[in-house]
């Protein structure tokens, strides 16, 4: 398993059951915070770059992989100038 935000080949990603975490916990992989869709975009683009391809009798781009990614949201309410 290779983490596409972290190119570093000594990076070592970690799936594990945590029943505490509500399931499986994936550990090592690298979190970027956002803060606008255009960030997240180039994230996906900067991450495509480090997928591993290559051409098969049936497909000129063929990947084995598979890409994953967990978005959360976050919002609070903003105070406006007048008080």
Request: aromatic share 2%; glycine share 8%; hydrophobic share 35%.
């Amino acid at each position: 398993m290779n983490d596409l935000l972290n190119p570093d080949p000594k990076a070592q990603i970690k799936i594990q059951h945590d029943p505490k975490a509500g399931g499986t916990v994936l550990s090592g992989a690298k979190e970027q915070v956002v803060m606008n869709p255009a960030q997240v975009v180039a994230l996906l683009q900067g991450g495509e770059a480090y997928r591993h391809v290559s051409s098969t009798e049936m497909n000129d781009k063929s990947s084995r992989a598979h890409t994953l990614f967990k978005l959360i949201v976050e919002s609070k309410a903003v105070k406006n100038a007048s008080g």
